[in-house]
């Protein structure tokens, strides 16, 4: 694994964060609108540091964390009480060899579709999309095209059309477009062009 990620890594070891806003989001919409229901599945894609994952977790969703950096999944590992270690199932997969995903009520994708690389996007958004039974919700994020590492041909970018159209199947509950000079987590300068959407499948 490149230094990028283990100091990611290593940095989010360090701090206490709280799961996406995006994910929290979500969460109340099923607390607000489900009913029971037993064996939730959650997928969280790009689960990396598995704050979001120890959050479903603790939610009493099954999740289905896919992540393609080895460390991060034996970290999620190590971390998780053993209480929920038979709700939690790993696989180590980029996204762009995904061939297909459970169905789920729950997809999870903070800071992480934009590392797909464009030419498998699409293949992967209709696995995504077809993952979600009905009611299901999509929470997480876009890179828009003005962020600041537009010029990486290996991520994604959405202009704000493309993104309204990745969701015509879907009622989108939370919308936010932000565009902001800040930072990384290594400190670098960086402008921010980022799309956060909590949406229900139709």
């Known amino acids: 694994m490149n230094n990028t990620w283990n100091s990611h890594y290593h940095f989010f070891d360090k701090k206490k ?4 806003a995006t994910l929290n989001f979500a969460l109340s919409l099923f607390q607000k609108n489900e009913t029971a ?5 959650a997928i969280d894609l790009g689960c ?8 479903l977790l603790q939610e ?4 289905l964390a896919i992540d393609k950096q080895n460390e991060a999944l034996l970290r999620i590992k190590e971390n998780t009480p053993e209480e929920y270690s038979k709700q939690l199932q790993l696989d ?14 729950l997809v999870n994708a903070t800071f992480s579709l934009p590392f797909c690389h464009p030419n ?11 993952s979600l039974t009905e009611k299901g919700i999509f929470s997480g994020h876009f890179f828009g095209i003005n962020d600041s590492w537009n010029s990486n ?7 704000e059309k493309q993104i309204k159209d ?10 936010k477009e932000i565009e902001k000079q800040g930072k990384t987590i290594s400190g670098k300068e960086k402008y921010w062009h980022v799309f956060h959407i909590v949406a229900q499948k139709k």
């Open 60 to 63: 009493n969703w099954h999740v």
């Open 153 to 159: 041909t290996e991520m994604t970018f959405h202009t």
């Open 17 to 20: 964060h709280p799961p996406a």
């Open 48 to 55: 990396g540091n598995g704050i979001d994952t120890f959050a």
């Open 166 to 175: 990745l969701f015509t199947n879907f009622n989108i509950e939370y919308y």
């Open 37 to 41: 229901q037993q064996n939730k599945l």
């Open 92 to 105: 180590l997969n980029p996204f762009e060899n995904i061939k297909k995903l459970p169905a789920c009520q």
């Open 120 to 130: 498998g996007f699409d293949k992967l958004w209709y696995h995504l999309t077809n």
